[in-house]
Nanobody, 121 residues
């Protein structure tokens, strides 16, 4: 099995920064993609950003210019640097990894437990 452990959430004032980390461990042959989703109270979970194994990134329009996603493939870890935070960024942030656990090409989705990020006005 594969485990994702997130860290770095917390409380910050508007305009501040947070840095999230997510480390994958377990039976990993390869990781196709890692990313971050978030879910605010009463809202659906939404994609924030993801990054492929070759470094291609994709960010939601709402965070472009403020958030940066990066990864360390050797450590199976993905980072989300969040700057210029706004109260509307308040949410539980979930890490997701698309992981191959066998040499076959098929990959599975794995999720972290979530970490709370709160931005006060």
């Amino acid at each position: 099995q594969v485990q994702l452990v997130e860290s770095g959430g917390g409380l910050v004032q508007a305009g501040g920064s947070l840095r999230l980390s997510c480390a994958a461990s377990g039976r990993i042959v390869g990781i196709n993609r890692m990313g971050w989703y978030r879910q605010a109270p009463g809202k659906q979970r939404e994609l924030v950003a993801n990054i492929t194994s070759d470094g291609t990134t994709n960010l939601a329009d709402s965070v472009k210019g403020r958030f940066t996603i990066s990864s360390d493939n050797a450590k199976n870890t993905v980072y989300l640097q969040m700057n210029s935070l706004k109260p509307e960024d308040t949410a539980v942030y979930f890490c997701k990894a698309v992981v191959r656990t066998t040499p076959a090409a098929y990959a599975f989705n794995y999720w972290g437990q979530g970490t709370q990020g709160t931005v006060s006005s």
